[in-house]
């Protein structure tokens, strides 16, 4: 008499996968991608003036370019 055991190896192996870290050049490009992305919808709105007042630069928010930060941030 046998009994039979179920193993989901998909599940499994998604579990122990370790998670992809992203390269700061990932990063740098999500962040350009969402500042696009904002000042679209705010010019969309009608509002013409952008600034970083409303989305400060940082790793959490918007694009800082590397290469050239703006000058408060240097």
């Known amino acids: ?4 055991v179920t193993v989901d190896v998909e599940y499994i192996a998604r579990k122990l996968r370790k998670p992809r870290l992203e390269s700061q050049e990932e990063i740098n490009q999500r962040m350009h991608s969402v500042e696009l992305a904002v000042r679209e ?10 600034t970083d007042q409303e ?4 790793n959490q928010s918007l694009f800082v370019d590397p ?6 941030l240097q």
């Open 41 to 50: 919808a705010l010019f969309a709105r009608g509002e013409t003036h952008f």
């Open 1 to 4: 008499d046998r009994q039979g």
């Open 67 to 72: 290469e050239s930060p703006p000058s408060k």
């Open 55 to 58: 989305f400060p630069p940082s």
